[in-house]
Each structure stands twice: as structure tokens, then as C-alpha cells.
Nanobody, 130 residues
């Protein structure tokens, strides 16, 4: 069955870096958009970045643009979120999610609309603190 498992979270000092991984199983991740979302304490879950299926186009929310990079390793069925210059406001549980539709089913590009995603991982905690 479809599974997404995040890893790589942890405690890091401001200005530090982390790389999150999203391990996909039960489907070919290259055929679907993969989104990264985060939920800070007491706040709603919000979009961070996404990478489209097929052509691998990327999108970043303004708050992380220039600091975060999303990429994928199709051979390993992994999607990464490289996070640099981390700030305290990046503290959150980070989730990866798979689009409900594949490229062949018409999902071109990627969106930060949570309703566009049909499968979610369990999340990984990122804490940025000195």
C-alpha cells in the first residue's frame, strides 16, 4: 500500500541545517507531486514546498525561499527537503504528502493546496533552538 515515511528531523541551532527525507513505498514517487508541509505548535498546518511529478518543477513558499531546497532521487524513491539557515520560526512537525493524482491522471505541476494530496506521512519534528 501507499506509504510515506519522513525522517531527518531533530534539534538544531539557529543558522544550522537539516535534511529531511521522505521515503515513498507502494508507488513510484516520480509520477506524483510530493509536497512538504509543516505544523507549528498551536498553528494550522501550512505548505512549505513541493516538487511536481515528471518534470520535477519546484515551488517554495515565501518564508523558506532561498533557504530550503526540495529534490528527489527517483532510483531510491526518496524526496528530500534540504533546510539551511534555519530560524526558530521553522520549528514545527514536518510532513510529506503525495498528490492524489499522478502525472498520467492529469496532475501537472504541484500545489500547496492540502486538498490536492491524498496520502500523508506521520511527520518528523524539527526544533530550532539555541
Amino acid at each position: 500500500q501507499v506509504q510515506l515515511v519522513e525522517s531527518g528531523g531533530g534539534l538544531v541551532q539557529p543558522g544550522g541545517s537539516l535534511r529531511l527525507s521522505c521515503a515513498a513505498s507502494g508507488f513510484a514517487s516520480e509520477s506524483y507531486a510530493i509536497g512538504w508541509f509543516r505544523q507549528a505548535p498551536g498553528k494550522e498546518r501550512m505548505g512549505v514546498s513541493c516538487i511536481s511529478g515528471g518534470d520535477g518543477l519546484t515551488y517554495y513558499e515565501e518564508a523558506v525561499k532561498g533557504r530550503f531546497t526540495v529534490s528527489r532521487d527517483n532510483a531510491k524513491n526518496l524526496v528530500y527537503l534540504q533546510m539551511n539557515s534555519l530560524k526558530s520560526e521553522d520549528t514545527a512537525v514536518y510532513y510529506c504528502a503525495r498528490s492524489a493524482r499522478s502525472v498520467n491522471q492529469g496532475r501537472r505541476g504541484c500545489l500547496m493546496d492540502q486538498g490536492d494530496y491524498g496520502h500523508w506521512g506521520q511527520g518528523t519534528q524539527v526544533t530550532v533552538s539555541s
